[in-house]
């Protein structure tokens, strides 16, 4: 298995570690690959697995099969073993360091949640259905039921791998009387054993993998981070949010005191053990294991691109992934974006000017107006696959409704599908249409009028909502805003 680092306890270590552990203990002899150890590599090695930051140190080992996590991993194991088949998975939707990458070793792709999926479909240029979902599980052995959650929370945890949710998260547990607890990078504390301290709190506010242990643990969770919110989880809830892995996908709208508030209303005891219940019988490792392993089988099985062909993949990947002193090189446009973001949230949105195209290519210069969430920049353009996507601006005073020029363009796969659009201010419904008749991309221009009581002065989200309503199969609509112009 290969990883970027083993130092810290986040997301992709701790399912490198407890996959590596539950493959272990199925009979398996699993090596790991990490270029920074630390306590994670630490316990690894407790447990009598390898772990090394130097590919030397695997002289004279043979391997059936490579399970890699990240395209920075994958060169010094591939350029070793260039026979061993791999399976890359994805766990990211937007990192670079998580971009899915085409060399001769790689016969099978995954990832851990619908949108890491189709992110590897269109990374590489393959069918959604060529990319195995192998869904984050949870060692119920380590997080085991705590005691039944009181009628009403008073102790609550929260993770803090980013920390734009930690004023807000604060703000309402003050306002409720709940002790709440931060842990995570962005309030530089960790906890070492989240399997024995989760079980001692009434509410927990996470994503991703941390929700799901938490869930297992019958502790009711609040799903949020710093990148936005999804809400209470119940078992409508579980069922819609368990595909996107509680991540990013799931982060549906913003965070805000007064919609923490309203899901903390639907804290519910009894429901939280009924998700756990339903967690602990069916998202457990063994099942991840066994599905892990007939993926490795299947690339076991399958058959090797030939040698002048995998010249050709190494080729286009060195051409790529090569550091090269050009602007367009994807680490320094990665880090340029980065500046961009420091400098505006420092700074904050500035008011929305009016009557002024802003468009949204690699000049970037939208941001200092406008905040995208669930919107992806790429090739000068911004643009979404997913279901649900925002826009968050300050419009300032006013005095009359506004009026929105949206320039945009709508991908439909195929012409029989039909896609229902939605534009929401505030939550406000302000205009439903049908896209549908043809395939390809399809320009748009429409003018929306945004009602007063639908804008507040220092921050407005206008929301977008993509729904299939016709269509042979389920199949992924895009859409990507070209730019926009408010008018008084």
């Not at 002048?308 to 994807?330: I, V």
């Not at 210069?365 to 979404?384: K, L, P």
Request: glycine share 6%; hydrophobic share 45%.
């Amino acid at each position: 298995m290969t990883t970027l680092e083993l130092a810290t306890r986040r997301g992709v270590q701790n399912v490198t570690r407890d996959l590596a552990l539950a493959l272990s203990e199925a009979g398996h002899n699993v090596c790991v690959y990490a270029r920074n150890a630390g306590v994670v590599a630490d316990e690894l090695r407790d447990q009598g697995i390898q772990v090394a930051i130097e590919i030397a140190r695997f002289a004279g080992s043979r391997f059936d099969v490579i399970h890699t996590h990240h395209p920075a991993m994958c060169s010094p194991v591939f350029a070793r073993f260039p026979d061993t088949p791999a399976v890359f998975v994805c766990h990211d939707d937007a990192s670079w360091f998580d971009a899915a990458v085409q060399l001769p070793n790689i016969v099978k792709y995954a990832a851990v949640s619908e949108s890491m999926a189709g992110r590897v479909a269109a990374d590489i240029g393959i069918a959604r259905a060529d990319v195995a979902l192998l869904l984050n599980g949870v060692d119920t052995r380590r997080f085991l039921p705590g005691p039944a959650p009181p009628s009403a929370p008073r102790r609550a945890l929260a993770f803090a791998k980013n920390s734009e949710h930690v004023e807000v998260v604060r703000a309402v547990c003050a306002q409720r009387s709940i002790a709440v607890d931060f842990i995570g990078a962005a309030v530089e504390t960790q906890l070492d054993n989240p399997a024995q301290a989760l079980p001692g709190y009434d509410l927990v506010f996470a994503s991703a993998l941390s929700a799901i242990e938490a869930m297992a643990c019958l502790r009711p969770v609040i799903v949020c981070d710093g990148r936005g919110m999804a809400g209470m989880v119940d078992m409508a809830r579980y069922e819609a949010w368990r595909p996107k892995n509680f991540g990013v996908a799931a982060l549906n709208g913003p965070l805000s005191v007064e919609r923490v508030a309203q899901e903390l209303d639907r804290y519910d005891p009894a429901e939280a053990v009924r998700v756990g219940a339903r967690v602990r019988a069916e998202a457990g490792l063994a099942a991840l294991v066994e599905q892990c392993v007939r993926l490795y089988r299947e690339a076991i099985a399958a058959p090797r691109v030939a040698a002048d062909e995998a010249a050709r993949m190494w080729a286009r990947h060195l051409e790529h992934w090569t550091p090269r002193l050009a602007d367009e090189w994807a680490f320094a446009e990665e880090r340029q974006v980065l500046i961009n973001e420091v400098r505006r949230l420092r700074a904050g949105l500035d008011v929305l000017p009016r009557d002024n195209r802003i468009t949204f290519g690699d000049d970037r210069a939208s941001v200092r107006f406008i905040e995208a969430t669930g919107f992806e920049r790429r090739h000068g353009t911004m643009w979404t696959s997913s279901s649900f996507a925002s826009l968050r601006f300050r419009p300032g005073v006013l005095s009359a409704p506004l009026k929105l020029d949206l320039e945009f363009a709508v991908h439909l796969p195929t012409a029989d599908l039909a896609v229902e659009m939605t534009l929401l201010a505030n939550g406000a419904e302000i205009e439903r249409w049908i896209e549908t008749g043809f395939a390809g991309w399809a320009e748009r221009r429409r003018t929306f009028e945004l009602p007063l009581e639908a804008c507040h002065p220092t921050a407005t989200w206008l929301a977008f909502q993509l729904k299939q309503t016709a269509g042979a199969t389920p199949a992924q609509a895009g859409f990507c805003i070209r730019a926009t112009t408010f008018r008084a």
